[in-house]
T-cell receptor, first 109, second 113 residues
Framework: GQNIDQPTEMTATEGAIVQINCTYQTSGFNGLFWYQQHAGEAPTFLSYNVLDGLEEKGRFSSFLSRSKGYSYLLLKELQMKDSASYLCAVLNYGQNFVFGPGTRLSVLP | DSGVTQTPKHLITATGQRVTLRCSPRSGDLSVYWYQQSLDQGLQFLIQYYNGEERAKGNILERFSAQQFPDLHSELNLSSLELGDSALYFC????????????FGEGSRLTVL
């Protein structure tokens, strides 16, 4: 089967650091993607991991451990505009993207 | 702008009706995916096409059907609509899928009254 888990909601303070976790069990693995989605808008690509380790992109970093079926997205220097849902997605052997339920992040002043 | 175009942006219709949603992928992208997102829910995969052929099927109802045309645009047909079909329908495209990210259109918001 295929299963991706993320926390439903998180809250953090402006300027802080937050880590959003994602665990997965899928039929094959060809990469893990993180997307940001503001309410009512289309998801936008944030990061991609296919090998174990950390990928850094400005204020955003993503980590992958394939043996543990685990990834996290790290957001630094949080800004109010970072309030959004963050979706973890796995590309499986069928070349299909399976999305997690998303984590709704609220950034408070 | 992702380069993926979806029409219409908004659609209001009645139960029992039929609608067609249209998607034009990014230039050069052969794969088209359709997702349904109900209010405050995650993205539910419906169906994927690659270069005109159906490649994968998710939780797509029998009342729904889709196709990808030779020019690579795709249409999602929703029939015998029910109140529960009200949702945002996203189309996304990618180069091939292997390591290629998904680019999403702005979505078609369907309201069934």
């Amino acid at each position: 089967g295929q299963n991706i888990d993320q926390p439903t909601e998180m809250t953090a303070t402006e300027g802080a650091i937050v880590q959003i976790n994602c665990t997965y069990q899928t039929s094959g693995f060809n990469g893990l993607f993180w997307y940001q989605q503001h309410a009512g808008e289309a998801p936008t690509f944030l990061s991609y991991n296919v090998l174990d380790g950390l990928e850094e992109k400005g204020r955003f970093s993503s980590f992958l451990s394939r043996s543990k079926g685990y990834s996290y997205l790290l957001l630094k220097e949080l800004q109010m505009k970072d309030s959004a849902s963050y979706l973890c997605a796995v590309l499986n052997y069928g070349q299909n993207f399976v999305f997690g339920p998303g984590t709704r992040l609220s950034v408070l002043p | 702008d992702s380069g993926v175009t979806q029409t219409p942006k908004h659609l209001i219709t009645a139960t029992g009706q039929r609608v067609t949603l249209r998607c034009s992928p990014r230039s050069g992208d052969l794969s088209v995916y359709w997702y349904q997102q109900s209010l405050d829910q995650g993205l539910q995969f419906l169906i994927q096409y690659y270069n005109g052929e159906e490649r994968a099927k998710g939780n797509i109802l029998e009342r729904f059907s889709a196709q990808q045309f030779p020019d690579l645009h795709s249409e999602l047909n929703l029939s015998s609509l029910e109140l529960g079909d009200s949702a945002l329908y996203f189309c996304a495209s990618s180069v091939v899928g292997e390591g290629g990210e998904l680019f999403f259109g702005e979505g078609s918001r369907l309201t069934v009254l």
